[in-house]
């Protein structure tokens, strides 16, 4: 089984790299893309620790990269052919996908409410208080749109909203120079929303911004 672990540029850099089976990470071209892959026996199971051994694979490849689309974990393929089917089908799309990632990082934000009483609405079970709670959810959400999602935004090459239940939880893609400014902004909308707790993560290669990738194996 071939598994996929990020696709870059033909001119990419892959590491000296142990995948998460222990084997070697390897680049392979397809047209005017490459993939980092690694040929293991069977499709890895989701523990802790081969996720975790995944996500180091991607975070070195995007330190030797300018430019890298993470794959999702356990992404594999059964052979070579169905592998460059895959990527030949998505070729265009991942060709504009790496000058939007070039040079960036995701940072992701997440924002819940203080409000004890908002938690207390969202219990409500009959048909009109679920009407009521889906009402008031909506509107809070573009509360927090306003004040969190908004100035972010024009701080970053690009964002996307993300599932979120409570709260509101969205992606960042921003240039690795600005990361800083963007972080300091996310703190001072902290100080100045009390009512708000936000939250912030470290710097990541930009998973929310890459194409899906398919598998089978």
């Given amino acids: 089984m071939i598994l996929v672990y990020a696709v870059f540029e033909e001119s990419g850099v892959v590491p000296v790299l142990a995948g998460v089976g222990g084997e070697t990470v390897e680049s392979r071209a397809v047209g005017a893309l490459a993939v980092a892959t ?81 938690v207390t609405r969202r219990s409500a079970s ?5 009407l009521h709670r889906r009402l008031a ?7 927090v749109a306003a004040a969190v999602h908004e100035p972010l935004t024009r701080l970053a090459r690009a ?6 239940t409570p709260g509101f939880r969205a992606a960042y893609l ?6 800083a400014r963007f972080r300091d902004a996310v703190h001072e909308l902290a100080r100045r929303r009390p009512e708000l707790a ?7 290669p930009p998973y929310s911004f890459a194409s899906r990738v398919g598998g089978r194996a």
């Fill in 198 to 204: 936000i939250t912030s993560t470290k710097p990541l």
């Fill in 126 to 130: 009959t048909g009109s208080e679920y």
């Fill in 38 to 118: 690694g040929t293991v026996r069977s499709a890895p199971e989701p523990t802790e620790e081969s996720v975790l051994a995944h996500a180091s694979v991607v975070d070195a490849l995007a330190a030797a990269n300018d430019a890298v689309l993470p794959v999702r974990f356990g992404t594999g393929f059964a052979d070579d052919r169905a592998l460059v089917t895959e990527l030949e089908a998505q070729a265009e799309r991942l060709r504009d996908l790496l000058p939007l990632v070039r040079g960036c990082a995701e940072i992701g934000v997440v924002v819940t409410t203080r409000d004890p009483e908002a």
């Fill in 174 to 179: 921003v240039e690795r120079p600005a990361v």
């Fill in 159 to 164: 964002a996307a909203r993300l599932n979120a």
């Fill in 137 to 143: 959810a909506q509107r809070e959400e573009d509360r």
